[in-house]
Every structure is written in C-alpha cells, then in structure tokens.
C-alpha cells in the first residue's frame, strides 16, 4: 500500500496531479480543494494518498490533508459512492462542512456537490451519523479533527483502507483491524494486520 508521495508537482488537470518521485510519475486522482491547496507546478508536495484496487486497474487518489482521505474512506463505504462521487463532495465542501452536514442531517447541502442527488445525500449523512456519530467535539457536533483520532493511523490505517477495497463497510474493517492489532501489537506489519484482519472478519 501507498500511504502518501512526496515529491514535485510535475502537472495537475482538472481532476488529477502527477507527482514526481526520484522520477517516477505517479498519477493521482484528486478534489479541486486538494489541487488548489497543494502548490504551484515545479515545485515540492506531498500528498496523503489511497489505494483503489479493481479487478482490472490500481489508481491513487491524493489528498492535500490526511482528514480528507478519512472522509474519502468514510464517504466511499456508502452505498453509491464511489471515488469520483466521494471526490466531487471533497471538492464542494471542505471537511468541517462534511462534519455539520452529517451531524445535523443537511443532506441539502451534501446535495450541493456534483453527482449527488436528494436520494444519495440522504442516504450519506444517514449512514455516516451511524459511522461517525460516537465522535464528538465542541458540544457533541461532527468534526474532522475528532474523527481522525477516532480513526486508525499507520499500518492499520491502511489495512482498513485494503478491507474496505475488498468490499467491506468501514465499520466492520476497523473493528477487524483493531481486534487484529489488539492481537499482533503496534509493531504489526500491514501484511500481517491484513491476513489477520480478514481471518477475524471471517468468523
């Protein structure tokens, strides 16, 4: 797994970047907020990344925070939302939006995004209020700061990210995730979390 790239900005399009690393080009979809926030062309970047694995293609979304790739994560493991739909939300709101949308239920405002209809929005701050709604802060409101603590880093984070490629819901990949950790340690390797994970979530 691909946890972030750091390099120079060889190029950007209206969806993508490409980045430059010890001359390798990696194309890396991507939100116009991450776009706008990552830099002029030529120079350094970094971006937080995630893996999309198919049955006929691997591709890397990037993220300018790691906050907007753990609602990337989130928004993806709703039915209905898949990476273009996910990035046209990140591209219309910022995180903090995202968060008060969700908490109060405003899926006109999740709506405000491209591709998203009164349906699917509903469906979104439905299903996320489940995901998310134990993460609190500043008086019991949805923020992004709360859900990224709440949330894996490291080699569980992206043994989440593998589980959730594979087709499960975020909830179920975190708990196998945790419980495979609680077994394994800190010192896991993502390998390792992995072929556990999947072993726990199997049962």
Not at 37 to 54: D, F, K, N, Y
Not at 177 to 202: F, H, I, M, S
Request: glycine residues 12%; proline residues 3%; neutral net charge.
């Amino acid at each position: 797994m691909i946890a972030h790239l750091k390099g120079r900005l060889d190029s950007t399009g209206i969806d993508y970047a490409v980045i430059d690393v010890g001359g390798v080009g990696y194309f890396v979809g991507a939100s116009a907020r991450t776009l706008a926030a990552i830099g002029p062309v030529g120079e350094a970047a970094m971006l937080h990344t995630e893996m999309l694995v198919s049955e006929d293609s691997i591709r890397l979304v990037g993220f300018a925070r790691a906050e907007e790739r753990d609602w990337f994560r989130l928004l993806t493991g709703v039915q209905g939302v898949g990476s273009r739909v996910a990035l046209a939300i990140l591209s219309a709101l910022d995180t903090q939006e995202i968060a008060r949308a969700v908490s109060a239920q405003d899926k006109a405002t999740v709506a405000r995004a491209n591709g998203v209809g009164p349906k699917l929005a509903e469906r979104i701050v439905r299903e996320l209020k489940d995901k998310v709604g134990t993460m609190a802060f500043g008086g019991g409101a949805l923020g992004p700061a709360a859900a990224a603590q709440a949330m894996p880093v490291g080699a569980a984070a992206d043994a989440v990210s593998a589980l959730l490629n594979l087709g499960f819901r975020p909830a179920e990949a975190a708990s196998a995730v945790g419980a495979a950790e609680e077994d394994l340690g800190p010192a896991a390797t993502l390998d390792a979390l992995v072929r556990l994970a999947l072993r726990k979530a199997a049962k």
